[in-house]
């Protein structure tokens, strides 16, 4: 089975900064890749597919990038409703989601 | 607007069946283009994908939990339905339905719509 692993765990960061969040598969799983915001007490949010194709209606300071094993998600000037837990999946047949990486404000 | 909407029981005892359905309104279940799927979190962890089926009734499933799982489909009701079998304190968890894009023929991709969750305890 492939694992997804993320990086950090948590990270805690200013407003406006830039924050990445990394994302790697055990195995390659080209760019079959999602990124998804949980903010506390809500449905996860779909933000990116395809690794670097950002869903409709999504601020653009979220982007993605990657192929392969390792991935990234970026927020480019971080804001106070960007505070949530980010996971990674992917969907290449089995869907596995990564443990998670919990952002909040400095 | 697609929505879902996830119902039953909200308490289930240990080794009974855990049983949930997933109503979709906005939209027809028997779109070629859309896999079903189910997913799960468990009170302060991570979300786990349980299984998913296609209008037709082929399904996959995650393969830990495989062996106590069968999700199926009412296509007349615009349904779908999961059954976790021998449950322990262990699947206690919000249980979300969702719609994911059909990536292959025999496999669905990322969520894009999800129902808002619905919170099932086991417990005697």
């Known amino acids: 089975d492939i694992q997804m692993t993320q990086s950090p765990s948590s990270l805690s960061a200013s407003v406006g900064d830039r924050v990445t969040i990394t994302c790697r598969a055990s195995q390659g799983i080209s760019n079959y890749l999602a990124w998804y915001q949980q903010k506390p007490g809500k449905v996860p949010k779909l933000l990116i597919y395809a690794a670097s194709t950002l869903q409709s209606g999504v601020p653009s300071r979220f982007s993605g990038s990657g192929s392969g094993t390792d991935f990234t998600l970026t927020i480019s000037s971080l804001q106070p409703e960007d505070v949530a837990t980010y996971y990674c999946q992917k969907y290449n047949s089995a869907l596995t989601f990564g443990p998670g990486t919990k952002v909040d404000i400095k | 607007q697609l929505q879902l909407q996830e119902s039953g029981p909200g308490l289930v005892k240990p080794s009974e069946t855990l049983s949930l359905t997933c109503t979709v309104s906005?939209?027809?279940?028997?779109?070629?283009?859309?896999?079903w799927g189910w997913i799960r979190q468990p009170p302060g962890k991570g979300l786990e994908w349980i299984g998913s089926i296609y209008y037709s009734g082929s399904t996959y499933y995650n393969p830990s939990l495989k062996s106590r799982v069968t999700i199926s489909v009412d296509t007349s009701k615009n349904q779908f339905s999961l059954k976790l079998s021998s449950v322990t304190a262990a699947d206690t968890a919000v249980y979300y339905c969702?719609?994911?894009?059909?990536?292959?023929?025999?496999?669905?991709?990322?969520?894009?719509?999800w129902g808002k969750g619905t919170t099932v305890t086991v417990s005697s």
């Open positions: 969702a719609r994911q894009g059909r990536i292959t023929i025999s496999a669905g991709g990322y969520m894009d719509v």
């Open positions: 906005g939209g027809s279940i028997s779109s070629s283009s859309y896999y």
